[in-house]
């Protein structure tokens, strides 16, 4: 696999055309651009406390000052780009990303589902360019995740400030392989308030799928159900949890994550993911 551009160098892909538009080139080839739906979807970067864009703003995101960087069309394969590095991140982390999050109602994060009322995730992907640490390795980049939440009502029953809950899904594109990690309930006897709190759970071993992607364009699809949560690589292989820990996760709200959320802190380090399709169904 080609170790890929530094950062900067992946330029000419950029074009100001809004997403589902058609572009027709100097030598009058016709390039279709992404025609991913962003109208329930907001976005952070890795600039900013870090900075958001929400619905409507995203949905005009090739004609954005603030999003041209680090989301932006390229039309050469009609992909929509992520491009990220270590800079600004989130409360509840210390790794920057430009990363959508789902918003069932646009412009709202209060407003999520559940598994027993579910939720169904696909995108057709890429990691074409990214750094390697100094062993010589490739960095690694989450590509999808589910998030849990806290409602209010839960949230003030334990007496945390925000609303945040561990992620029960992530998604990494790892040493040109997709791993897979869920978590899973440190006391199996926990009560529905101990549940609640992020300590609470752990991290499982995590899974590996065997096929290598590389470089190259793949397909991701999760679905999540009551008591269940399946993972399907390139639409053939298959990782499945349904166990006391999928069905104790039931207490929270959820939402996806879709893009390029960096697992480095590496000076100089970097990633780009390209999304060619993204849908969510509930």
Known sequence: MAHGPSVGEEGNGKTA???????????????KLPNIDLSHWKV????????????????????NEVLKDFMYN?????SLVFMTYPNSST?????????????MVPGRNDVNWTFVQGG???????????????????HR??????????????????????????????????????????KVLKKLKASE??????????????????????????????????????VILNEKDSVVYENIHMEKWGVFENYFKAGNYFQSKDKGSYAMVKYYALTVDH
Do not use: C
């Open 120 to 138: 169904r995730m696909k995108g057709t992907l890429s990691v074409p360019v990214i750094s390697r640490a100094k062993d010589g390795k490739y």
């Open 74 to 78: 390229d039309p050469k394969d009609a």
């Open 193 to 230: 308030e101990e549940i609640l709190h992020t300590s609470a759970w752990g991290d499982d071993e995590g899974y590996t799928f065997p096929e290598a992607v590389g470089a190259k364009k793949f397909t991701l699809e999760v679905i999540a159900s009551e008591g269940r949560l399946e």
């Open 141 to 182: 980049t989450i590509i999808m995740q589910i998030h849990g939440r806290l409602s209010n009502a839960q949230k003030e029953l334990i007496g945390q400030d925000d609303n945040n809950a561990p992620p029960i899904l992530k998604i990494y594109w790892h040493n040109g392989k997709i791993r897979v990690k869920t």
């Open 44 to 63: 952070t970067l890795p600039v900013g406390n870090p900075t958001e864009v929400e619905p409507p703003e995203i949905l005009d995101y090739a004609n």
């Open 17 to 31: 055309v809004g997403h589902g538009d058609v572009l027709e080139g100097e030598d009058g080839q016709v390039a």
């Open 91 to 103: 409360a509840n982390s210390s790794y920057s990303r430009t990363e959508l999050r789902e918003q």
